[in-house]
T-cell receptor, first 114, second 114 residues
Framework: GNSVTQMEGPVTLSEEAFLTINCTYT??????LFWYVQYPGEGLQLLLK?????DKGSNKGFEATYRKETTSFHLEKGSVQVSDSAVYFC?????????????FGTGTQLKVEL | NAGVTQTPKFRILKIGQSMTLQCTQD?????MYWYRQDPGMGLKLIYY???????DKGEVPNGYNVSRSTTEDFPLRLELAAPSQTSVYFC?????????????FGDGTRLSIL
C-alpha cells in the first residue's frame, strides 16, 4: 500500500537558519504530493502541493520539488522565523479505490528560537 | 468565510457513553472525511464520503459510524466510547474530480474518554 515517511522531530532551529524536512513516499501510480502545516490548537492547512514529477510547489518562502526518481518531496526554507514553529505533515493523494484519500506521514515538529 | 466547522471543540466522555461529533462545510464540496490524530502517529482515516448518501470505511473504522444525508453535513457517531478512542478528531472536505485538489480541514474536536 501507500506510505509516507518523514524525518522525526522535534527539529529546533535558530531564527534565519535553513530548514530541510525530509519526506519520502511509496505509492502505486503517480500520486499528487502535499505539505500541510498545523499550528498549535488548529487544524491542518495546505502549505504547498505538486502534482507531477519535477513540479516545484512553493508558498510563504517554503519550497518542495516532486522527485520521482528518488520518491522524495523534501520541504525547504532558506530563512525560518519564529512564526514558522508548527507541525509539518507530508502527504500523498491516493487515486486508487475512490475517494482521493490522503496518506499522511507522522508529522515533524519545528521549533524556531530567537 | 466559515469553511469546515466542527463542534464541539472539547468533550469528556465516560466509558460506554455515546456522542456525535458534528461537521459541516459551506463550500459545496462533494468529498468529506473524518480523521483521528494520535500523538506521533499522524492522521488516520476513519470514514469518508464522496457525496450525499454515500459513505465508505477508511483505515480505522471500528467503533464509529457516519451518515451523509446532505452535502453540507457529515456527522461521526461513537456508540460505546472506549479509552482507545481518546484522540483529536478532524473533519475535512474537498471538491470532487482530480486528486490534486487539497483537502480543507476543520479545527478539530479534542475528545477524552475516562
Amino acid at each position: 500500500g501507500n506510505s509516507v515517511t518523514q524525518m522525526e522531530g522535534p527539529v529546533t532551529l535558530s531564527e534565519e537558519a535553513f530548514l530541510t524536512i525530509n519526506c519520502t513516499y511509496t505509492a502505486t501510480g503517480y500520486p499528487s504530493l502535499f505539505w500541510y502545516v498545523q499550528y498549535p490548537g488548529e487544524g491542518l492547512q495546505l502549505l504547498l502541493k505538486a502534482t507531477k514529477a519535477d513540479d516545484k510547489g512553493s508558498n510563504k518562502g517554503f519550497e518542495a520539488t516532486y522527485r520521482k526518481e528518488t520518491t522524495s518531496f523534501h520541504l525547504e526554507k532558506g530563512s525560518v522565523q519564529v512564526s514558522d514553529s508548527a507541525v509539518y505533515f507530508c502527504a500523498l493523494s491516493d487515486f486508487t479505490g475512490g475517494g482521493n484519500k490522503l496518506t499522511f506521514g507522522t508529522g515533524t515538529q519545528l521549533k524556531v528560537e530567537l | 468565510n466559515a469553511g469546515v466547522t466542527q463542534t464541539p471543540k472539547f468533550r469528556i466522555l465516560k466509558i460506554g457513553q455515546s456522542m456525535t461529533l458534528q461537521c459541516t462545510q459551506d463550500m459545496n464540496h462533494n468529498y468529506m472525511y473524518w480523521y483521528r490524530q494520535d500523538p506521533g502517529m499522524g492522521l488516520k482515516l476513519i470514514y469518508y464520503s464522496v457525496g450525499a448518501g454515500i459513505t465508505d470505511k477508511g483505515e480505522v473504522p471500528n467503533g464509529y459510524n457516519v451518515s451523509r444525508s446532505t452535502t453540507e453535513d457529515f456527522p461521526l457517531r461513537l456508540e460505546l466510547a472506549a479509552p482507545s478512542q481518546t484522540s483529536v478528531y478532524f473533519c475535512a472536505s474537498r471538491v470532487g474530480g482530480q486528486g490534486n485538489q487539497p483537502q480543507h480541514f476543520g479545527d478539530g474536536t479534542r475528545l477524552s474518554i475516562l
